[in-house]
């Protein structure tokens, strides 16, 4: 029952994602912008609810100003607007009073805004940044599809035939063979098709830039993981019927698209 219901909650998030990267353009970076927004809330909850205040101008207002700068990136005002968020989220802090920890919830703040605005921004930026529509609609396919794939196999191996586990320390369920399997079937995906899609690249690096990809994809889930554990809580939220939160379900993705970009700029390749 409850994989049906994972499966089914994770479909329809899927079919929403499909449907934005047709409609393309605002519809896209406007779904992008709603997971990083409501991941940035159960983030914050996530803290409020250990008693940790965090600056929701300075949380929000940066990863809106990572989002603009990615999706728009010839507009050279994006750079300052990032600048004048941090300058004036250290002035908001000092309103608050030493007691409720103002530089702590300034700096998890940042944090958020890192890993939640920042790193997702750069699937916008593969979008924008590629060849043509066509191009950059299989671009995030695929690399969408790294943590998709991951995630599917990491669950099913692991739950059916994983004996090892990885770090019970973060995640008792997450089994080595989980993992192989997460990191072996990503790998094949894009090392066998993004050559197709990036005619430039050679075949050796599209299979380093999908092992790579994958691993992030591990990282990504096991840095939430570690969260939730440190505060004491099961899932981030419970927005998604047998995933929990949103942040549970798009946790292995937020690395990916920083590392795939990142490496395709490196082989020149984009």
């Not at 790193?119 to 043509?132: D, I, K, S, T």
């Amino acid at each position: 029952m409850r994989l049906a219901v994972r499966t089914a909650s994770g479909l329809a998030l899927l079919a929403i994602f499909l449907l934005a990267l047709w409609l393309g353009g605002a519809w896209l970076d406007g779904l992008v912008a709603l997971l990083v927004a409501v991941g940035l809330w159960e983030f914050r909850q996530l803290w409020r609810q250990a008693g940790v205040w965090i600056d929701p101008w300075v949380l929000y207002g940066l990863s809106a100003a990572w989002l603009f700068r990615y999706a728009y990136p010839e507009v050279p005002q994006a750079s300052v607007m990032l600048l004048g968020g941090v300058l004036l989220g250290l002035l908001l802090a000092l309103r608050q009073s030493a007691r409720n920890r103002p530089f702590q919830g300034f700096a998890l703040a940042l944090a958020g805004a890192a890993w939640l605005g920042y790193c997702p921004g750069f699937l916008l930026l593969l979008y924008h940044r590629a060849g043509g529509r066509s191009q950059a609609v299989e671009l995030l396919l695929l690399t969408v599809g790294v943590a998709v794939v991951g995630d599917t196999l990491a669950y099913l191996v692991g739950s059916r035939l994983g004996r090892h586990p990885m770090v019970p320390s973060i995640s008792p369920r997450k089994t080595w063979e989980g993992a192989v399997a997460a990191l072996l079937a990503p790998t094949l995906l894009l090392g066998l098709l993004l050559p197709l899609v990036l005619p430039r690249l050679g075949s050796g690096d599209a299979f380093a830039i999908g092992f790579a990809a994958a691993l992030a994809a591990v990282v990504g889930d096991l840095v939430e993981s570690q969260l939730k554990r440190g505060l004491g809580v099961k899932d981030a939220g419970r927005l998604l019927p047998g995933h929990g939160g949103v942040l549970d379900r798009v946790d292995s993705l937020i690395f990916v698209g920083p590392v795939v970009y990142s490496l395709l700029g490196v082989v020149h390749a984009l």
